[in-house]
Antibody, heavy 119, light 110 residues
Framework: QVQLVESGGGVVQPGRSLRVSCVVS????????MYWVRQAPGKGLEWVSV????????YYGESVKGRFTISRDNSKNTLYLQMNSLRAEDTGVYYC????????????WGQGTTVTVSS | QSVLTQPPSASATPGQSVTISCSGS????????VYWYQQLPGMAPKLLIY???QRPSEVPDRFSGSKSGTSASLAISGLRSEDEADFYC???????????FGGGTKLTVL
């Protein structure tokens, strides 16, 4: 059974840092590109970042470029998102998602972890 | 404001059909595949349509996708109450080197 479980969310002050994680099971993690997508309260989906299966390529959305870093540890089946210089507008649910080998897009999603940036 | 433009809402009665549009530009929809997601209240998104008009095996054939030029559409036939959800289009953008989502369309089944 394919599972993605995010963790590490919480309340953090503006300007501080936070790292969220996504542990996967049920598939060969090292073969798949992985994504982070976020959703502000009551708002739509926003793509944050994507990383290639081997970590060789990384892309970021304009609103997080230079502040967020995506990484992965294939030996631990874990995806990370390091978030620095956090702003109030970074508040939301952060989902990790797998890129389907045939679909070439996010096909399986976790349930999300909530990040709140507030003083 | 999203680069991919969707109507904020749509509605229809059970059994009817509805179409949701998604408008973009050459750098996204025009030159790349379009994907559609359904997000039920309080849930993670679910992939409905991939590569413009393909359905994952678990998605009913009541859902169909199409693309023409820089626009795409999601059609849902035989509406059911459980179809009530938010729907998002998505596409890669060559100029941004990143993924775009539409602003989302809230479907109400009256």
């Amino acid at each position: 059974q394919v599972q993605l479980v995010e963790s590490g969310g919480g309340v953090v002050q503006p300007g501080r840092s936070l790292r969220v994680s996504c542990v996967v099971s049920g598939f060969t993690f090292r073969n798949y590109a992985m994504y982070w997508v976020r959703q502000a309260p009551g708002k739509g989906l926003e793509w944050v970042s994507v990383i290639a299966f081997d970590g060789s390529k990384k892309y970021y959305g304009e609103s997080v470029k230079g502040r967020f870093t995506i990484s992965r540890d294939n030996s631990k089946n874990t995806l990370y998102l390091q978030m620095n210089s956090l702003r109030a507008e970074d508040t939301g649910v952060y989902y990790c998602a797998r890129e389907g080998l045939n679909y070439k897009v996010m096909d399986v999603w976790g349930q999300g972890t909530t990040v709140t940036v507030s003083s | 404001q999203s680069v991919l433009t969707q109507p904020p809402s749509a509605s229809a009665t059970p059994g009817q059909s509805v179409t949701i549009s998604c408008s973009g530009s050459n750098s996204n929809i025009g030159d790349n595949y379009v994907y559609w997601y359904q997000q039920l209240p309080g849930m993670a998104p679910k992939l409905l349509i991939y590569k413009n008009n393909q359905r994952p095996s678990e998605v009913p054939d009541r859902f169909s996708g199409s693309k023409s030029g820089t626009s795409a559409s999601l059609a849902i036939s035989g509406l059911r109450s459980e179809d009530e959800a938010d729907f998002y289009c998505a596409a890669w953008d060559d100029n941004l080197s990143g993924w775009l989502f539409g602003g989302g369309t809230k479907l109400t089944v009256l």
